[in-house]
């Protein structure tokens, strides 16, 4: 693929779509990233269905998804200070490691028949605080492995695609194997695959990185990148946005048992379909964002993408039928993928690269950290005024974000086409 190709139009549609496995250490990653989020979106719903079968409780589902994130909300702009800091790579096998030990501990206490509701908080907590430094340093590490810039874009569209594949795939696996075999299962596989990126880690050619001595302190570096963020508009502006949309309407996630067994009267193969379906619209956005020639026009698609986001999730509040529930959440799916990779993209682009960790720290917290609090209130919410009507209420609040959003969309575009140029 030559580097022109793209400008010139000479690629076909998957190559355009593809562009960015030409770079070897991309492909790596790719590959034991695809086989691991399988695992981990199969423990996600074996989690989540295990809570509820040992305590039928909403709020109960709504706290262990606050235990698991919190940390994010708690850790990640220091975790981006350290990956500024020290070897990405390097930090990434260690998370990787530590993941596939927390897996591990759920499939013994699982078959051991041990099994206790405080196990699961504990180690929710144990995962969140791992992936406060896995996430910011991931994010940022994407730029070493691509060698154009003008490939980045595809680059995270790509990585949502294979994000959603596993979402897609791994729930409707989880389901079927929750139905006959137990959720152990479903953890043990979670262990196994993260042998494959961690496999693919190690293979990588990584050129040095001269990262700088630091002689300012820790929090003097995490002042700056607070300051910074807030002072650039299309940062600040999409940092926002995205802290809303995960506050108020990622929580849907978290009820998703309730709909399936009490609202459409269904099993765990229920959960698995619903959750894929939410997958199967996120793939479908990320496929739309990686077959883009560049980030021009992003900041237009956050906001449309937030309110189909909002309205997927409205629609889906009020339904009390299995096929139409599944349509609607293919709708949030897509709303939600493009809102979260477009405002990823834009972050990436506009961002200076000696602040990228902290400011992707800031992205995982806005996307990760406010996520525990939502699961918090919607838990609460759903066990005072149902889960649907929690839902339509949430996506009401991402709407208006959106809306929000969408009057400083002028001062967005200015800097993405200052950082790249529109012949590319």
Same mark, same amino acid.
């Given at each position: 693929?030559?580097?022109?190709?793209?400008?010139?139009?000479?690629?076909?549609?998957?190559?355009?779509?593809?562009?960015?496995?030409?770079?070897?250490?991309?492909?790596?990653?790719?590959?034991?990233?695809?086989?691991?989020?399988?695992?981990?979106?199969?423990?996600?719903?074996?989690?989540?269905?295990?809570?509820? *079968? /040992?305590?039928?409780?909403?709020?109960?589902?709504? &706290? =262990?998804?606050? #235990? +698991?994130?919190?940390?994010? !909300? %708690? @850790?990640?702009?220091?975790?981006?200070?350290?990956?500024?800091?020290?070897?990405?790579?390097?930090?990434?096998?260690?998370?990787?490691?530590?993941?596939?030990?927390?897996?591990?501990?759920?499939?013994?206490?699982?078959?051991?028949?041990?099994?206790?509701?405080?196990?699961?908080?504990?180690?929710?907590?144990?995962?969140?605080?791992?992936?406060?430094?896995?996430?910011?340093?991931?994010?940022?590490?994407?730029?070493?492995?691509?060698?154009?810039?003008?490939?980045?874009?595809?680059?995270?569209?790509?990585?949502?695609?294979?994000?959603?594949?596993? *979402? /897609?795939?791994?729930?409707?696996?989880?389901?079927? &194997? =929750?139905?006959? #075999? +137990?959720?152990?299962?479903? !953890? %043990? @596989?979670?262990?196994?695959?993260?042998?494959?990126?961690?496999?693919?880690?190690?293979?990588?050619?990584?050129?040095?990185?001269?990262?700088?001595?630091?002689?300012?302190?820790?929090?003097?570096?995490?002042?700056?990148?607070?300051?910074?963020?807030?002072?650039?508009?299309?940062?600040?502006?999409?940092?926002?946005?995205?802290?809303?949309?995960?506050?108020?309407?990622?929580?849907?996630?978290?009820?998703?048992?309730?709909?399936?067994?009490?609202?459409?009267?269904?099993?765990?193969?229920?959960?698995?379909?619903?959750?894929?379906?939410?997958?199967?619209?996120?793939?479908?956005?990320?496929?739309?964002?990686?077959?883009?020639?560049?980030?021009?026009?992003?900041?237009?698609?956050?906001?449309?993408?937030?309110?189909?986001?909002?309205?997927?999730?409205?629609?889906?509040?009020?339904?009390?039928?299995?096929?139409?529930?599944?349509?609607?959440?293919?709708?949030?799916?897509?709303?939600?993928?493009?809102?979260?990779?477009?405002?990823?993209?834009?972050?990436?682009?506009?961002?200076?690269?000696?602040?990228?960790?902290?400011?992707?720290?800031?992205?995982?917290?806005?996307?990760?950290?406010?996520?525990?609090?939502?699961?918090?209130?919607?838990?609460?919410?759903?066990?005072?005024?149902?889960?649907?009507?929690?839902?339509?209420?949430?996506?009401?609040?991402?709407?208006?974000?959106?809306?929000?959003?969408?009057?400083?969309?002028?001062?967005?575009?200015?800097?993405?086409?200052?950082?790249?140029?529109?012949?590319?």
């Amino acid at each position: 693929m030559k580097e022109n190709d793209v400008s010139s139009g000479k690629l076909t549609s998957l190559d355009l779509i593809l562009r960015a496995l030409q770079y070897r250490n991309y492909r790596l990653f790719f590959g034991g990233q695809s086989i691991s989020l399988i695992g981990t979106w199969m423990q996600r719903v074996a989690v989540s269905w295990l809570v509820y *079968r /040992l305590t039928n409780s909403a709020f109960l589902l709504g &706290l =262990v998804g606050f #235990a +698991g994130q919190i940390p994010t !909300f %708690l @850790i990640a702009p220091i975790a981006g200070v350290v990956a500024d800091r020290y070897n990405q790579h390097r930090i990434l096998v260690i998370t990787q490691t530590l993941l596939l030990m927390q897996a591990l501990a759920l499939w013994f206490l699982v078959i051991t028949k041990t099994i206790e509701i405080w196990q699961i908080i504990t180690l929710a907590m144990f995962m969140g605080f791992v992936n406060s430094f896995d996430m910011p340093t991931r994010q940022s590490f994407v730029v070493h492995m691509i060698e154009d810039r003008a490939d980045l874009g595809n680059a995270i569209a790509l990585n949502s695609t294979m994000v959603n594949i596993a *979402r /897609l795939v791994g729930p409707s696996l989880a389901g079927i &194997l =929750v139905a006959a #075999a +137990g959720e152990g299962i479903c !953890f %043990l @596989i979670n262990a196994v695959s993260f042998l494959a990126v961690i496999a693919s880690l190690l293979a990588m050619r990584i050129t040095p990185v001269k990262i700088e001595a630091k002689k300012s302190h820790v929090l003097r570096e995490l002042e700056e990148g607070f300051i910074y963020s807030l002072r650039t508009p299309p940062i600040r502006n999409t940092i926002l946005l995205l802290a809303l949309v995960s506050l108020m309407g990622m929580p849907y996630m978290v009820l998703m048992p309730v709909f399936a067994r009490d609202i459409l009267h269904g099993g765990p193969h229920t959960l698995g379909f619903l959750m894929a379906a939410s997958g199967l619209g996120a793939l479908m956005g990320a496929l739309y964002l990686a077959s883009r020639k560049s980030g021009h026009g992003l900041e237009k698609a956050v906001p449309i993408a937030a309110v189909t986001f909002g309205v997927g999730l409205i629609t889906f509040g009020l339904s009390r039928v299995y096929v139409l529930s599944l349509i609607f959440l293919v709708v949030a799916g897509l709303g939600m993928m493009v809102q979260m990779a477009s405002s990823n993209t834009i972050l990436q682009v506009v961002v200076d690269d000696d602040k990228r960790a902290r400011v992707m720290s800031f992205y995982t917290m806005a996307f990760m950290g406010m996520a525990p609090f939502g699961n918090l209130l919607a838990g609460a919410m759903a066990a005072a005024i149902g889960a649907p009507i929690t839902t339509m209420i949430c996506g009401a609040c991402c709407i208006l974000g959106a809306l929000f959003y969408a009057g400083n969309i002028p001062v967005i575009k200015k800097s993405v086409d200052v950082q790249i140029p529109l012949t590319q």
